[in-house]
């Protein structure tokens, strides 16, 4: 049974440009949420798609936005980046209860 | 503000101490507290979670306390090993669906051979 998957791993781009990062979820799970992790940070709460509709969102600007396709994967996608955006990307799933499970993350850098 | 407050930011213990974790929360409609572990360029995996219904529970090596009345909870890791070098993350939410994970600022635990 394979686990939270993200792709990519690893992402280096510029100021300005866009990004486009995918999840899939553990297998049985229905619920994405997306999470910042700066570097000795811990996790910010980005956003969290159920039923493909964002369900309740955190303190992030509009550049942050997302979408969860029928199969119950994700896109987090950021427009316009800046240098801050750098960080993991963690995406995580769960079955309409608390625990989630984490993906391994995609590292981002924006240069 | 900071919704989950975790102590300390950093812990070296010899093998075989119980490092003791701890985080505070002020949110009383919190119900589900778990644990987590990072190693460096890796994804949070879950450790262990608690709900306030019990003021104790353990997994294997690790324990977690919660104190309801003083809205602590902290993590002891008996027997610590240098495999268990990693961060640790506490968090926070309420109810069971659509509420968001509150985490703490992760400590950074070195256990000495």
């Known amino acids: 049974d394979a686990g939270v998957t993200q792709s990519p791993t690893h992402l280096i781009k510029t100021r300005g440009q866009q990004v486009t990062l995918r999840c899939s979820p553990k297998?049985?799970?229905?619920?994405v949420s997306w999470y910042q992790q700066a570097l000795g940070q811990g996790p910010q709460f980005i956003f969290q798609?159920?039923?493909?509709?964002?369900?309740q969102r955190g303190n992030f600007p509009d550049r942050f936005s997302g979408h969860q396709f029928p199969n119950y994967s994700s896109e987090l996608n950021v427009n316009a980046l800046l240098l801050g955006d750098s960080a993991l990307y963690l995406c995580?799933?769960?079955?309409?209860?608390?625990?989630?499970?984490f993906g391994p993350g995609t590292r981002l850098t924006v240069l | 503000q900071q919704q989950v407050k975790q102590s300390p930011q950093s812990l070296i213990v010899q093998k075989g101490g119980i490092p003791i974790i701890n985080c505070a929360y002020e949110?009383?409609?919190?119900?589900?507290f778990p644990w987590y572990q990072q190693f460096p360029g890796k994804g949070p995996a879950l450790l262990i979670a608690?709900?306030?219904?019990?003021s104790e529970k353990k997994e294997g090596r690790f324990t977690i306390s919660f104190n309801k009345s003083a809205k602590q909870f902290s993590l002891h890791i008996m027997d610590s090993q240098p495999g268990d070098s990693a961060t640790y993350f506490c968090?926070?939410?309420?109810?069971?669906?659509?509420?968001?994970?509150?985490f703490g600022t992760g400590t950074s635990l070195t256990v000495i051979p």
């Open positions: 297998s049985g799970h229905d619920t």
């Open positions: 995580a799933s769960s079955l309409q209860a608390d625990t989630q499970y």
């Open positions: 949110n009383t409609a919190f119900d589900y």
């Open positions: 798609y159920y039923e493909e509709e964002e369900r």
């Open positions: 968090a926070a939410t309420s109810g069971g669906t659509g509420n968001q994970f509150y």
């Open positions: 608690i709900r306030p219904d019990v």
